[in-house]
């Protein structure tokens, strides 16, 4: 049965109709435990979500909802290693890259607690991750006591992972989110765009003889990440010169992380310098693994378990929560509500916190490309609307830019604040009023200008009413970044689970890369186009005639 036939899709429709005209003012006024009643508590983060246009009957019809989607059987196939991406026939196990345990993965347990989906489990998938961690344990510290050198024997200095989409967000996400714990005489760069201009500035203020390259790509074929491996080792080997043991040693400052190992010797990078990228961990999902390496290298290996630690603790949470109190299940819930009930088709994501810059960014690819499809697993209509466009960017810079369309725009935009109670830079005079704006502009979202009692000029009015949720974290520590970015994953895959989407394909990223290739040997001048459309074809006529190059 279609999720939108269920009888709790259908009691929350008839519910939203009397939800919709209520305002946020009036639900706090009728309840005085709001606040209580809707945060919650988890490893020292607190999730409010009082500001969200619900109330109890509400999230009543949603987890009644989760269960008539069969939520719990959906999160035993998860843990199990049933084959959940199954278009592809394959599990996706990146919890199993931050299992810090001496247990097997996935356990003999889950197995037993999942649905008949879980016949299929995959075997427990430890050994190669144990054995992996321990080779990038043995990289970092090799980096951070000066033994990894360049082919003339200078100690690296810089890291430049180079990768595209799930291989380049994670990984810089996190190396930003971390820098006070990083080693101070390291240099780490991420490197993920076609355009010249973005490798170029990189290249030409590096040593090369003290450069690390890691190409970080799961199927080493992704146009991007192999034209900038490429122009790396251009670079390198044209310094190394012409000795072979030069440029044989220079090719030792070359790792992959890839699951394609042939492609990655075929470049030259030696065996022992490649490390795996296992086909049950989709990109999005891979900063747990090596391909968080050069994060990893940047803030050593403790810090990285740490990160682990803090994504293991959100998985015990999700899977033994009761779905009224799980943050991941309810954060992809208050989603559904927003887009399908409410009718919100965005989602904006605000960090009162500079160094999750790449944060919003991260999240994009993690939620539209997971779940931006509005054919279900079995290729039928879903029938609903799915992913919200995510959006966002750092406050309080964004009050500056764009909110004044959330307070008097019109549309129905909810958000995601997040912010930390102290901050990593000890300056004073700046956290208070960083806090003091995240908090005010929640405030006057859900409010409106009533709260000042600043009614009276239409033009100056703020209806309010905009629903949002705050994370307030104790400070950005490694361990509260791998909670806070475990909970997006599994609201993902919650909603996934919901909407009945697979969530761990990305078919419609193929089309372009495809046109793309098609269309480049017209646009380089080798061969002239065929079978495009006038647009493109007078497109490319009419960069030929300015480049002069036909
Ligand atoms: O094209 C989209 C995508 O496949 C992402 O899913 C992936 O993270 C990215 O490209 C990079 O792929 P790869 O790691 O294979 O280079």
Redesign the pocket.
Known sequence: MKITETASWQALAGHADTMKPRHLRELFSDDGERFSRFSLGLEGMLFDYSKQRVTRETLDLLIALANEAKLGERIGDLFSGAPVNRGENRAALHMAARHLEQTPFPSSSSTSSASSASSTHCEDVMPQVRSARERMRQLVRAVWNDELRGYSGEPVRNIVNL?????DLGPKMATLALKPFSHPGLRVFHVSNLDAADIWPVLNGLDPRATLFIV????FT?QE?LTNAHTARDWLLATAGDDPDDVSRAMEQFIAVTGNTEAAFNFGIRPHNIYPFWEWIG??FSLWSAAGLSFAISVGMEEFERFLAGGAAMDRHFREAPFAANLPVLMALLGIWNTDFLGAATHLVNPYCQPLYWLPDYLQQLEM?SNGKALGADAAPVGAETAPVLWGGIGSNAQHAYFQLLHQGGRLIPSDFIACAESNYALPGHHDKLLANCLAQAEALAFGSSVLGEEADPLKRCPGNQPSSIFLLPRLTSFHLGLLIAAYEHKVFVQGAIWGINSFD?WG?ELGKKLARRLLPAIAGKESLTGSDASTAGLIGWLHATTAKR
């Open positions: 990768g595209i989409g799930g291989s970080t790509s799961k199927t992704t990440t990109g999005r490309e990305q990223v």
